[in-house]
């Protein structure tokens, strides 16, 4: 399924050549003022010098197509050349409601898939266990899930933080009650007890 931006860069394109004008300036991005529109495209700028013409006589020629377009609730050209586009609310309802009847909701699975490995921690042990202490948990999970479903081999790992300072207490706890165990002997050389 292809995404909002890419319908609207083929319809751009389109224009651009109704136009008579090369669609390789036709290139479209999010709004930088999405106070004024939700897309835009800078190409008119661009293309003035080759045409020989004003940016903005471009793009309102340009702007006169994508008018006709079901995608866009308003085009316009404003000065010094740059086409601001509005996306319908009946096309993104459309456009939703498709997303909606695809099983995968309209992500499309990578075509390069990696194999990833994430570490992403537990609790520290070494402090007491509260709700803190599920925000790295669940964050790892969900980019795991996220990564896995876009076709990556994930391998993952959650490890317990920080309990090298409660097996050295037990260790030097044993070793002040059972001194006389093997463990604590330097010179001892035989095997240990299983």
Known sequence: MKEIIER??????????????????ANVSL?????LCDYQCNGALALAKKEHQAPLAIAESVAE????????????????????MTVSPDFLSEYLNEMCGDTRLGVEPTDNAETIILDYGGPN??????????RSAIIGDSIKRT?????HTV??????????????????????????????????????PA
């Not at 377009?69 to 085009?75: E, G």
């Open 8 to 25: 609207i860069a083929e319809e751009t394109k389109q224009a651009f050549l109704s136009c008579g004008l090369d669609a390789e300036y």
């Open 31 to 35: 709004s930088n003022r999405p106070d």
């Open 65 to 84: 197509h994508l008018q006709s377009a079901s995608l866009f609730s308003k085009v316009e050209a404003v000065r010094p050349g740059f086409i601001n």
């Open 125 to 134: 042990v070494a402090k007491p266990l509260h709700v803190g202490h599920l």
């Open 147 to 151: 990564l896995r479903f876009l076709g």
């Open 155 to 192: 391998i993952s790992d959650v490890h317990l933080g920080d309990w090298g300072l409660q097996m050295g207490l037990i260790i030097t706890e044993l070793e002040e009650r059972k001194p006389d165990l093997c463990y604590f002997d330097d010179s001892y050389m035989g095997e240990y």
